[in-house]
């Protein structure tokens, strides 16, 4: 039954999108391998989810090998407030790409609807980002043209807003982090018009959970990202839990990585998270593939509930 109901999230999750893709520009959000374990960074009805208060710490460096490759950085802390079903969450990231800088603060509000055995999440986020392009450091052949000669600074607002559901052993989240187009940079030279956009994002994603033995939990997942102007993409990966000390697993994202993934728990409330994707698309003839580091800190706010990390 578990598994026919993931069939058929699946199948509604491809309809949903591919009937977004004819009005969904490139991936422009920071783009993180280990978003089964914070699911805050794509979804702000996450925030508050576990009954602790949550630190987490990400470290992104894209295609090695590559001069000015994509580098990230995000620090995010959510908790629940108080006995209410609110959840409040704070997310602070800086994504450089070559001469292009973001850096931005969000903040999110979830509301939780408990059930008997389920929970059903509402969020929303609003936020502030500062795009910065310094074009005249580009060494480029024509070192005049005027699109060269301008750089660009501009702080643009934004808001998101998800759902998330969840069981015992089942959970799926549907979201938009950035639901305004903004307009992050604008020439006009002679007849020509160009614009640099920041456009929607429209994430899905699901997991499950199957128990192997005393020992071993398997937590299959998958999120699929639109975005106009590129064909649907999505990661589909599964992780083997170790009881509460390890777990390991491999993702495969659409045409361009198969990832590794290590996580080991420190101390019961500090985890550290590693992945590494090795690109098997058109950069793998010259990038070397990519790092990627999470801390996570957990402040547990009652001591006899301290979610296992595996439970999403």
């Known amino acids: 039954m578990c598994m026919k109901k993931l069939v058929t999230l699946v199948t509604i999750c491809i309809l949903l999108v591919s009937a ?31 009954e602790s208060m949550q630190f987490t710490t990400i470290f992104r460096k894209q295609f090695n090998g590559i001069k000015d490759a994509p580098q990230t950085a995000l620090i995010s802390f959510d908790m629940p407030i108080g006995t209410t079903q609110l959840g409040v969450g704070l997310k602070l990231v800086d994504d450089k790409i070559s001469v292009s800088r973001t850096t931005g603060a969000q903040g999110s509000m979830s509301y939780h609807i408990d059930g008997d055995n389920s929970r059903l999440s509402f969020g929303l986020q609003v936020g502030a980002l500062n795009y910065k392009a310094n074009m005249v450091d580009l060494n480029v052949t024509h070192a005049g043209d005027p699109i060269f000669a301008q750089d660009a600074n501009t702080l643009v607002a934004n808001f998101g807003t998800g759902i998330f559901y969840n069981t015992d052993k089942f959970y799926a989240g549907a979201s938009v982090p950035n639901i305004v187009r903004t307009h992050l940079r604008e020439t006009n030279i002679a007849l020509n018009h160009y614009e640099v956009k920041q456009t929607p994002h429209f994430y899905i994603n699901a997991g499950m959970l199957f128990t192997l033995n005393d020992n071993f939990i398997l937590k299959p997942s998958f999120l699929l990202r639109g975005v106009k102007g590129i064909p649907l993409n999505y990661d589909i990966n599964a992780n083997v839990f170790f009881r509460e000390l390890f777990s390991m697993g491999v993702s495969y994202r659409s045409h361009s990585a198969v990832v590794g993934l290590m996580d080991v728990r420190v101390i019961p409330e500090l985890r550290l998270g590693y992945a590494y994707d090795y690109n098997v698309g058109r950069l793998s003839a010259f990038a070397k593939g990519t790092h990627e580091i999470v801390l996570r800190y957990h402040i547990p706010i009652d001591r006899d509930i301290l979610m296992p990390s595996y439970l999403f």
């Open 20 to 50: 977004f893709s004819f009005q969904l520009s490139a991936q422009q959000l920071p783009l993180y391998s280990q978003y089964m374990f914070n699911t805050l960074e794509i979804n702000p009805a996450y925030a508050g989810f576990k």
